[in-house]
């Protein structure tokens, strides 16, 4: 009985530890696949990059700088992991927000101008 309880509380900590693994997976690569596979409607559309631009500036900068370098409270969106990402998973961490490190929901926008901030940052390098 002693053995089933001690091969039980193993059992709790190893489930634990590989939650724990997954939740340090970046957010980018947290989302279901359906998501990640979305396209963007405006993909290389010049009109939906300077208004993602404009998006951009009024909604993340604050947070994420400027230029998308990133601040002391935030990542930098001008990195190979952005433009890696698909523009869905983009989208998904756009409309869900990522509270425990700080990351709001936009969902507040409309999904156009959502698209057109994922349009903007995948231009940045």
């Known amino acids: 009985m002693k053995s089933l309880k ?3 509380c193993i059992l709790v900590l ?4 590989l939650r724990a693994v997954e939740n ?8 279901p696949l359906r998501e990640m596979s979305r396209t963007n409607p405006y993909e290389a559309q010049q009109t939906a990059e300077r208004a993602g631009r404009k998006l951009f500036q009024r909604e993340c900068s604050s947070c994420h ?5 990133g601040t002391g409270r935030a990542p930098a969106l001008a990195s190979r ?13 756009l409309r869900n ?3 425990r490190h700080g990351m709001p929901s936009f969902s507040h926008l409309p999904e156009p101008q959502r698209w057109q901030i994922v349009t ?5 390098r």
Do not use: N
């Not at 700088?65 to 370098?69: C, F, L, V, Y």
């Open 120 to 124: 903007y940052l995948k231009t940045l």
């Open 65 to 69: 700088g400027q230029q998308a370098q």
């Open 97 to 99: 927000g990522d509270l």
């Open 6 to 8: 001690i091969t039980c």
């Open 24 to 31: 340090r997976k970046p957010l980018l690569q947290q989302m």
């Open 81 to 93: 992991i952005v433009r890696q990402a698909s523009p869905g998973a983009i989208f998904w961490v």
């Open 14 to 17: 190893i489930a634990g530890g």
